[in-house]
């Protein structure tokens, strides 16, 4: 526990995803005094009594500046999917003027992986390269975001995580699991290795940052204590959820279905679906609305044998390994969960949505 955070005044944006409740969680266990932004009331419910909730959206300049005034540590999770990359990086740049002139004491950001030209074949620390053009809008919003960060004056920690996994992670856990109680999962023959970290080690990573001595602007990336096959992951949730069926292809057959790669680089706007699905998660809360779309597609029968998309392909076949040296030694990161503590802490769940 990270006790030199007590009485701190802490402000989290994304508070109410995957990463945010579990690190609300742990800073108001640590006695943080803790601020959270959210869009919505409905999003409280999953977090611990006693934050500060600033009711507004993260491009209101207005209502952060006054919400950061005093603050210590922002830690910033947001990034809304279902949004452009351009309006999330227009929250963002919002985000961080108003940082400043309210300057805060240290900035804690959540970045990724991908912003790393080597990602996933092959090897990545933070000395990488990430001038690649091209790439998801994702990417080159995060890549973006890394650089406002690195010019700015303000104290920052950069944290890249790899594959974050665990209870209610909706791509890496919950999708998969879904699509096991569905119709199965396709791997790639052969397929690479999976380099993934819990969700409760990422929380750890973002309270060593947070109270890290003599903090300048720098990149950590974040993984588990070593990476695994993808088939060790997907088989130990098929476990878990009592059944569900890992088959295997040739990496050819699964490029020949797919044909050409589509362009990821334009910065569509979200569909409809997804302006009614951003809707409705502000209405009944993140955690609720994916425990019952989630429910609904496994009892419509209409879940499918997942095979990978051009992008997923790549993840899978990836052999590269993500190295958190410098996290370690400089943050003193030290991944409590390798596969196994992780399949075992998300046991519970899984075993909740095969019900």
């Known amino acids: 526990m990270e006790t030199a955070l007590a009485g701190r005044q802490v402000f989290v944006t994304g508070a109410t995803g995957f990463i945010g409740r579990r690190l609300v969680a742990a800073l108001v266990a640590a006695g943080a005094d803790v601020g959270v932004l959210t869009r919505s009331r409905s999003g409280l419910r999953d977090l611990p009594k006693g934050v500060r909730p600033v009711i507004a959206a993260l491009a209101d300049e207005a209502a952060l500046a006054r919400a950061l005034a005093g603050t210590s540590v922002l830690f910033n999770l947001a990034y809304d999917v279902r949004a452009t990359a351009a309006a999330n990086l227009v929250g963002f740049d919002r985000l961080l003027s108003a940082a400043r002139g309210a300057r805060v004491g240290r900035i804690v950001h959540l970045s990724s992986i991908v912003v790393y030209d080597a990602w996933p074949a092959a090897d ?19 890549i973006a975001m890394e650089k406002r960060l690195l010019a700015q004056p303000l104290p920052a920690a950069i944290l890249q995580p790899t594959i974050v996994y665990g209870p209610g992670s909706a791509l890496w856990t919950d999708g998969f699991a ?7 999962v396709v791997l790639p023959e052969p397929e690479g290795l999976c380099n993934g970290v819990f969700v409760e080690d990422v929380v750890q990573a973002c309270l060593k940052a947070a109270t890290l001595p003599d903090l300048g602007r720098e990149r950590f990336v974040i993984s588990g204590p070593a990476p695994f ?15 569900g069926e890992v088959s295997r292809a040739p990496v050819a057959d699964l490029l020949a279905r797919l044909g050409p790669k589509p362009d990821e680089t334009t910065d569509r706007p979200p569909s409809a679906a997804a302006r009614v699905s951003a809707m409705l998660r502000r209405a009944i809360g993140h955690r609720r609305f994916e425990a019952l779309t989630g429910a609904v597609r496994r009892r419509s029968g209409k879940v499918r044998r997942l095979e990978p998309d051009h992008h997923l392909l790549e993840e899978f076949t990836g052999r590269g390994t993500c190295r958190i040296d410098h996290a370690r030694t400089r943050l003193g990161y030290a991944p409590q969960y390798d596969l196994a503590a992780g399949l075992a802490a998300t046991a519970d769940h899984l075993k909740r949505m095969a019900r």
């Open 229 to 243: 096959p993808w088939s060790a992951l997907l088989q130990g949730y098929a476990r878990a959820l009592g059944r």
């Open 124 to 142: 990545c620390t933070e000395a990488g390269s990430t001038g690649r053009p091209g790439g998801s809008a994702y990417r080159q919003a995060k």
């Open 178 to 184: 879904t699509a096991l109680l569905g119709g199965g």
